[in-house]
T-cell receptor
Framework: DAGITQSPRHKVTETGTPVTLRCHQTENHRYMYWYRQDPGHGLRLIHYSYGVKDTDKGEVSDGYSVSRSKTEDFLLTLESATSSQTSVYFC??????????FGEGSRLTVL | GESVGLHLPTLSVQEGDNSIINCAYSNSASDYFIWYKQESGKGPQFIIDIRSNMDKRQGQRVTVLLNKTVKHLSLQIAATQPGDSAVYFCAEGEGGSYIPTFGRGTSLIVHP
């Protein structure tokens, strides 16, 4: 399995609180991604990174920010969590076109 | 917890049968296609890919067929086993793009 670790794996928080999810890789892959997965919607891209300090928005980026200060770490931050952000979040990494390796997911519940 | 399989197209088969999972893609410029398998509670895993200059590719018990004329992709699983029960996603992308587009997925249920 590709060396991808997501933390925390489960989190329950309240509306309005900040939340940061961490993705750590040991593969030295250039590309890193954050997706959310909701029933009926499949995988939707939130943000991605194509290098240290190089990030861009995906299709559902509103309410989320990211940072990548090191090759191995990609952080996803919800500045003020809302109930609509209750979801399962997946980090993925890639070096070759389109072939993504996914982490095990982080289940976030916003009450 | 809530299953990612809810609200998805579902294919139910008996153990030992062959399964065919279909995917329609939208971008005629896509030149790579990938199938992922997602087991309950886990992240998607790469199964097999195919480039647009091919119409068939085989792996271990799996075959992917590509019909560019009708923009259709299929995944065939031979001698389906209970361990094949999962949600299967197709993904497409254009050459040079590292941002594949994922389909909604199909839930495969294999009955012993």
């Amino acid at each position: 399995d590709a060396g991808i670790t997501q933390s925390p794996r489960h989190k329950v928080t309240e509306t309005g609180t900040p939340v940061t999810l961490r993705c750590h890789q040991t593969e030295n892959h250039r590309y890193m991604y954050w997706y959310r997965q909701d029933p009926g919607h499949g995988l939707r891209l939130i943000h991605y990174s194509y290098g240290v300090k190089d990030t861009d928005k995906g299709e559902v980026s509103d309410g989320y920010s990211v940072s990548r200060s090191k090759t191995e770490d990609f952080l996803l931050t919800l500045e003020s969590a809302t109930s609509s952000q209750t979801s399962v979040y997946f980090c993925a990494i890639s070096e070759n076109t389109g072939e993504l390796f996914f982490g095990e997911g982080s289940r976030l519940t916003v009450l | 917890g809530e299953s990612v399989g809810l609200h998805l197209p579902t294919l139910s088969v008996q153990e030992g049968d062959n399964s065919i999972i279909n995917c329609a893609y939208s971008n005629s410029a896509s030149d790579y296609f990938i199938w992922y398998k997602q087991e309950s509670g886990k992240g998607p895993q790469f199964i097999i890919d195919i480039r647009s200059n091919m119409d068939k590719r085989q792996g271990q018990r799996v075959t992917v067929l590509l019909n560019k004329t009708v923009k259709h992709l299929s995944l065939q699983i031979a001698a389906t086993q209970p361990g094949d029960s999962a949600v299967y996603f197709c993904a497409e992308g254009e050459g040079g793009s590292y941002i594949p587009t994922f389909g909604r997925g199909t839930s495969l249920i294999v009955h012993p």
